[in-house]
């Protein structure tokens, strides 16, 4: 069973920046794409940013595109989301996932790690 461990998360002011790390333990078939969402309280899922381990495509949300960057270190089988100029809007529980291909779509993910907070005041 495939591990991810997200950590970064933390409280800051709108505006700043953070930057969440996922771990994984390796990459397979079975995760070769890469992704973050986020599940704020009373709400569901969403799609925030995907990346594959090969290749230089990136899939993200709208609400995040150009403030949000996702990238990769394959050496170190870790994924990144910076966050910058951030909202209050962007609070939430950041989730890292695995899957086979990449998607918007939280069931194409099969693996999931814990979720780190990220509380962003105004």
């Known amino acids: 069973q495939v591990q991810l461990v997200e950590s970064g998360g933390g409280l800051v002011q709108a505006g700043d920046s953070v930057r969440l790390s996922c771990g994984a333990p390796g990459h397979t078939d079975s995760t070769n794409a890469m992704a973050w969402f986020r599940q704020a309280p009373g709400k569901e899922r969403e799609f925030v940013a995907a990346?594959?381990?090969?290749?230089?495509?990136?899939l993200y949300a709208d609400s995040v595109r150009g403030r949000f960057t996702i990238s990769r270190d394959n050496a170190e089988n870790t994924i990144y989301l910076q966050m910058s100029s951030l909202k209050p809007e962007d609070t939430a529980v950041y989730y890292c996932a695995a899957g086979p291909i990449m998607s918007y779509s939280p069931t194409n993910y099969r693996t999931w790690g814990l979720g780190t907070q990220v509380t962003v005041s105004s």
């Open positions: 990346i594959r381990w090969k290749g230089t495509a990136r």
